[in-house]
C-alpha cells in the first residue's frame, strides 16, 4: 500500500485517458506519471535523500499533484504549506520539518529573501510555474521545475524500497490549537483513506474532479489519492472565489469536487450564480468544519443535480473518519432523515468510532463525550513531539477532541470541539447549535459563536455575525430570534456585527482569534 | 485491517438491515454480528487456542458465514473444506493442518468414523444444523452448534489481540497441481481483496449476494468480506443446481453473484430458464476458469439486465488479480471491444502485474510468458512448505504459473495453465483456445483440450466432449469446423465424446483428470 503504486496501476489502465485537466494544460495517465517519475529522478539528481523533507508553498495545479506522487515515490516526505501562513510561521515549518528542497508558485517569490534568512537549511528552491514564467523571479536564485523534468529521462514510474510504514507526507495543522504541528501521514495511512473514500464516494474512472479548496489542506487531499485509484481525472482551480468556481463548473464540466462549507455559502449566494452552467456536477463533498442546516438545505434546492456528501475527519486521520452520504441527505423527509443533516455520518468501513467520558469509557447512544477513533488511517504521530503524540493516542485510539454523541444507528453528531464549547453558569453550550438557530435569520451571511468572559457566568455567549448586504437586522432582533429556540442559557447575551470573520487558509473559521480579543490578558476559569 | 473489522463496522453502522437470507433464516446484521460473538466465544470455551485450526465440511449456508468471521475474530485459522474431497483427502488435510475443531454439516456425518481414524489430532465435532436435525447424528458423538451459541452471553464482536499479518484462514488448493497445498492467507490479504473487489464491482448496501458457487472456494469468498464491508446482504443457496440457481433468483431476488463458467453455462442452457423471473439480478461475476466466448455472448444475450464482471485469479493472490468489468463485456462492439471478452482484463488497483519470460525479465506488449503479481493481497504463503513457497514468491513477486500476455491498455489475456499448455512438434498450443473455438460449434456442450502422448509430435492436441443430447455430430465433423478456424498444429487430431468431464468441487474442470488416463506409466518428454 504505497502511494505511488495508484498512480503506477493508473497509467497502466488508463494509459491514454485524460488525468489533468489545468487551464492549457491536460495530460493523459501514461505522461502524467512520466513526469512524476522525472519528478523523482530529479530528486536524486539533486542530491535529495530519501526521508528528506520536500515542502510545498504554491496553489493549486498539477504540479502539486506531481509532487503529492513523485515525492513519496522517491522516498521523500512531502510537507505541504498552507499558503495562507506569513513568512515567519512558514520558516517555523521549514525549521521544524528541516526541509530541504522547497517548490513555490510566483505569488510567494516575495517572501524568499526572508524564508533564507530564516531557514538556513533550505538547499534548493523550485520555480514550479510554467517556462514563460521566468521573468516573475528577478535576482533570486532558484531551480526551475520544467528544466529539471526536461533533464531526466523517460522512464516508468516506480516505487522500490519503500515501506508502507514509511512517512509520506507531513501535514502541518492549522495551528488552530496553539504551535502548529506535523503530522506524520504514511503510505497506509493516505492509501487506506483514499479506499474509504472511493468506496464512500463511489468514485470511477468517469469522474472529473475539480481541486478548489487549497491542495496543501487534507479536506482536498481526501479524495485525491481517491480518484487516481479509480482513473477519474483531475481538475484544477489555481486559488478558490466563488465566480471562478461557476467558471470552471461551466468550462471544464467536473462531475465531484470538494467545498468547504463556507465555500459553498459563498457560491451559493454569488449574485451571478443563475448565470453559469452547473449541470455536470453530480458529487460535491464538503467538510473541514460543520455544514450550517440552513446552508445545505439552500444547496439542496438550488443545485438539484447534485448529492451532497459529508465528510468528518482531520488530519490527524488522513483525514476521513465518517462519511454522510449523498443517500442520507435528505431533505424534507422524515424527522429523523431532517436530524440526520446535522450529522457527520457514519464510520467509514475501515474506522471504528467510540464516544468516550473524561476516563475513557464508552457512553451510550445520545450522549455526549468526546469521540475516539482507530483505523490503517490513523497517523503515525505528531513529528519530533513524541509527548504529544502520546498524550493524542492512548491504547491506539486517537483522540480527536470533539465533543459529539452517536445516535442509535451509529450516525455522529459532533456538537463542537472540545475548546470551542462555551461553559457559562455550569451549563455547556455547544457554539454549533447556537450557530445553526442564527443561520437560519435571513439576515445572517456567516456567524461564529464563541464564549467571551463573564463575571457572572464564567463565560457568556456571544455571536459574531457577518450580514447580509442591507439587511438592516438588529441585535435585539436576532437575540429574540434565537430566544424563540433555544434554551434561555444559551441564546447570545451580546452580537457584534462584523465585515469578515477570520479563517484559516482552508476557509475554517478561526474561532480562537475571534476569543483573543476578549480573552487577552484573563484565564479562562473553566475546563 | 482485520477480517471481523468489517462485520463490526456493518453491525453499527446497518444494525437493523438485513444481512442473511437462507431459507427460514433471516438476520439482521445486530444479530449476525451477535452470533458470530458467540461463535468467538464458544471456540474459547472450548479450550481452542489462538492459531489453532478449526475446519468446515459444509455446504453453503449463513452459519459458513459466521464461522469465516468467528474463527478469524477470535485469532484462529479457518480451514475451509472442498466438499468433493474423499475421506482419505479431507484427513490429509486435517492432518496436514493440525486441525482441532471441525464444523460438519449432515451429508458428511458418514464420513466421521473414517475421519476420527486418520485424523486423530481432531478434538471436537461440531454439527452446524438447525436443532431439528440432531437425529440425523444419530450415535455420533458430537457437539451442537446452536447448543454452542446459546449458552453464551450477549456481547458485542470484537477483534482484539489480533496482528493483520495473523494468517486468518488456510485454504488448500484443490490438488490440481500435486500435493493439496495450505495457502496461508492473512487479514490483510483478505481485507484487501475486499477493498478491490467492492471497489471493482461497486458493491452497496443494497445489494444482495447469492452465495451459489461454493462457499469453501474463494472464487465465492472473493466478495464475501466486500459485501459485507458495505453492508450488503448475504444469500445462500446450500449446493449449487441450475434449477435451485433460478429458483432463489424469483424468490430471493438477489442483485449479484458469483458463477463459474461451467455454472452459467448449465442456468442458461436449463430447458426451464424461461420460466423463472430473473429480473433482480444485476451483476454477476464469473471466475475459477476461462468463460468460453460463446456462453459469454448467450449469458448477456439471455440476461439483457445483467452485467458481467470478469475476475482472474488464484487462491494465492486472496483472489483478485485482475477485472474485467461490465463496461468490457461489450457484445457486438468494435473488433478491439469483442477481442476485450477473451480478456481477464486488468490489475484491480492495489495489484502490479508483469508477463514474464522463464528468466523473470518482463516481455514488450502481445508476448506471452508467466504472470507474476504483488500486491497486498499475495498470499503468506504455503502451510510448512518453504521451499515451495520460496519456489512460488521470489524477491517479492508471486509466480502465478498461468501463460498470458498483455495489450497495450494492460488487459491481460490468458493463455492457458502452464500446465495446460501442449507441445506438440515444438510448438505451443493453449487449450483455451482450442477450447474457445469448439465451443462456438452448436453441438458442443461442454470440452476440454488435453495434450496426450504421441510418438511423432512429443504431444498431440485432443478434445474430450459433452455433446448436447440429440446433436448427432461426429468426430470428423467437429474436426472439419475447427480446422475452419485454427492453424493446422491446433487442430485436435482425435476426439472423444463423453457423458460428463471431471470437475473439481468448484466446479473447475479437472484436465490433470483427464490427462493422468493417457500418460499412466508414460513421461511427458517435453517441458
Redesign the interface.
Known sequence: ?LVP??L??AS??F??KTAIIDGKHTYTYEQFAGRTAKVKRSLAKLGVKKGDRAALLMLNSFRYLELMYGIPAYGAIMVPLNVRLTPKEIAFVLNDADVRVLYIHKEFLPYLPELRQLAPNLQHIIFAEDEGEALAVGNESVLFYEELLAAQPDEPLTADGIDEDDVAGLFYTGGTTGRSKGVMLTHKNLV?NA?HC??MM?Y?EEDIYLHAAPMFHLADGASTFAVT??GGAHAHLRAFSPKGVLQVYEEVKPTCGLLVPTMINMVLNDPDFAQYDVSSVRRIMYGGSPMPVEVLKKGVKMLPGVQFFQAYGMTEASPILTVLTGKNHMVGGTAEEERRLASGG??V????MKVVDPEGSELPVGEVGEIIARG?NIMKGYWNLPEETARAIRDGWYYTGDMAYAD???FYYVVDRAKDMIITGGENVYSVEVENVLYQHPAVLECAVIGVPDETWGEAVKAVIVAKQDSGATEEEIIAFARQQLAGYKVPKTIEFVAEIPKSGAGKILKRELRDRFWAGKTRNVQ
Open positions: 500500500m503504486k495508484g503506477m496501476n497502466r489502465n494509459k491514454g487506506s479506499y472511493a468506496l463511489q470511477t485509484l479509480v457514519q464510520a468501513p475501515g474506522v471504528e490503517p442509535e444507528n451509529s
